[in-house]
């Protein structure tokens, strides 16, 4: 035979399958590819300090920092984006960041272009960059994301990375109370400093007419909530809208935490025939 196939061991769930070597498959089913991320953390002991850190078992490391990886402060050899070779020290490497070998090269980086088409790693189609969410690494091509905003907002709809993320969110939450408190605070005094100038003039007869209008229900998915209906801010707060009748609109607990400070009118936060109706109930109240 000439590519026959081996035994290899499943790294998520320990099975045994048979797979060809050419492939260096990992995991025996898409399943077990999709919750990779649901493996235990265990202990591990650094190679070179001996000390002891925690880590998920696949494709584990055998050093604790990046410090212990390249003692003495390097020199690491890098690539830029370019093609040119250079080193650094370890300590001006972070591994969250792109490097790149002049000030030139890191500036054309930056730019985006404004027009051009990308293909989205997702769907496959080819679409405009404003179809992209930029990228705050400024590592992808063209300054914006692998995939389109249409795959990017399905991907938060998928459970079983929505209860990946979920799990990976406790887990950092619980790690770092201190930072997540103080990030909490923060967070909701910056709001009530906004929302204090801005205009707040929504009474509770213009509330109880936009309920009558919407039928008591959420204008975003359609159900009627077996709790207290939310007051969304349809432009956000963080945008702009006030807590005024022709920004105020009804929302279930789901769809507003869902919705958050995103821009209305972008295409994919609310689709097109819920703002067709959200903008027909915003002429009504002008006439």
């Not at 045994?16 to 399943?31: D, H, I, L, Q, Y």
């Not at 584990?60 to 402060?73: H, I, Q």
């Not at 459970?159 to 201190?178: G, I």
Request: charged residues 30%; hydrophobic residues 30%; contains cysteine.
């Amino acid at each position: 035979m000439r590519n026959p196939r081996v035994s290899v061991i499943c790294a998520n769930c320990g099975a045994e399958f048979m797979a060809k070597p050419s492939t260096n498959a990992r995991f025996c089913s898409r399943k077990c590819w999709a919750n990779r991320g649901h493996l235990p953390i265990a202990l591990f002991t650094c190679e070179r300090c001996g000390k002891e850190f925690e880590q998920q078992a696949l494709n584990a490391s055998r050093f604790c920092s990046w410090e212990c990886r390249y003692p003495g402060g390097g020199p690491v050899e890098l690539t830029c984006r370019c093609g040119k070779r250079f080193t650094r020290k370890a300590s001006q490497v972070r591994r969250s960041e792109e490097q790149f070998c002049s000030k030139e090269c890191a500036a054309a980086a930056k730019e985006r272009p404004l027009t051009g088409k990308k293909t989205c790693g997702k769907c496959g189609h080819e679409k405009e960059y404003g179809e992209f969410y930029a990228d705050r690494t400024g590592r992808a091509v063209g300054g914006v994301g692998s995939a389109c905003k249409e795959c990017h907002s399905k991907r938060g709809l998928d459970p079983v990375v929505r209860e990946r993320e979920r799990q990976a969110q406790a887990l950092w939450r619980e790690r770092n109370r201190e930072s997540y408190n103080a990030y909490q605070r923060k967070k909701v005094l910056d709001r009530w400093h906004r929302q204090r100038s801005l205009p707040s003039t929504l009474t509770d007869e213009e509330w109880s007419y936009c309920l009558e209008w919407f039928g008591h229900a959420c204008v975003y998915c359609g159900q009627v909530p077996k709790e207290t209906m939310h007051r969304d801010h349809f432009v956000p707060v963080a945008m702009g809208g006030g807590y005024v009748a022709d920004n105020m609109v009804p929302a279930c607990k789901r769809c507003n935490s869902r919705k958050k400070d995103r821009d209305p009118f972008d295409g994919v936060t609310v689709p097109s025939e819920v703002l067709a109706r959200i903008l027909t109930y915003f002429d009504s109240l002008a006439n």
